[in-house]
Antibody, heavy 116, light 108 residues
Framework: QVQLQESGPGLEKPSETLSLTCAVSGYSISSGYYWGWIRQPPGKGLEWIGSIFHRGNTYHNPSLKSRVTMSVDTSKNQFSLKLSSVTAADTAVYYC?????????WGQGTMVTVSS | EIVMTQSPATLSVSPGERATLSCRASQSVSSNLAWYQQKPGQAPRLLIYGASTRATGIPARFSGSGSGTEFTLTISSLQSEDFAVYYCQQYNDWPPGTFGQGTKVEIK
């Protein structure tokens, strides 16, 4: 059974860089699939942030204007997200996901609040 | 970017009744359409992919249909655990693989 678990600070200051990690168990990242991040502001819908293929190819939502950096660590079976220059608009629950177009496995989500 | 529009925004249904949720794409997405269920405080859960294929462990009362630009999720007989928000997502044009805004199914 594939399990994903997000970790990272729950509070970031404006203009700082948000950093999250997703630990994967039950499946080896290097075996395939895309690994991504989706966020959900309080009371709102779902927004795809970006994804990384196990070989390192990355894709991100153009709306985030290159603030996104993603990486994968196959030795630790985890992948990471960095979102720079955060503002209050980046306050959301952040989910890590496995996908092949559709998202078949989700982490439980981690709330990140951007506030001074 | 393909825009996904779900209707209605809120659906009030009595337990045991049928619920029909709609999702429309601004251009054809073929059958590359998924449905998710999200309960309060939980992550979304994949219900349907390929427009009509149930994901592992999803009860048979959930069914999906459609292709091109018009899709439907039907819950044949609503159970108490089915009251939730449902999202459609197209992955024909990925990235970004856009989501609809969601339909909330509430108890009538």
């Amino acid at each position: 059974q594939v399990q994903l678990q997000e970790s990272g600070p729950g509070l970031e200051k404006p203009s700082e860089t948000l950093s999250l990690t997703c630990a994967v168990s039950g499946y080896s990242i290097s075996s395939g699939y895309y690994w991504g991040w989706i966020r959900q502001p309080p009371g709102k819908g779902l927004e795809w942030i970006g994804s990384i293929f196990h070989r390192g190819n990355t894709y991100h939502n153009p709306s985030l204007k290159s603030r996104v950096t993603m990486s994968v660590d196959t030795s630790k079976n985890q992948f990471s997200l960095k979102l720079s220059s955060v503002t209050a608009a980046d306050t959301a629950v952040y989910y890590c996901v496995r996908h092949v177009g559709y998202y078949d496995n989700w982490g439980q989500g981690t709330m990140v609040t951007v506030s001074s | 970017e393909i825009v996904m529009t779900q209707s209605p925004a809120t659906l009030s249904v009595s337990p045991g009744e049928r619920a029909t949720l709609s999702c429309r794409a601004s251009q054809s997405v073929s059958s590359n359409l998924a449905w998710y269920q999200q309960k309060p405080g939980q992550a979304p859960r994949l219900l349907i992919y390929g427009a009509s294929t149930r994901a592992t462990g999803i009860p048979a009362r959930f069914s999906g249909s459609g292709s091109g630009t018009e899709f439907t999720l039907t819950i044949s007989s609503l159970q108490s655990e089915d009251f939730a928000v449902y999202y459609c997502q197209q992955y024909n044009d990925w990235p970004p693989g856009t989501f609809g805004q969601g339909t909330k199914v509430e108890i009538k």
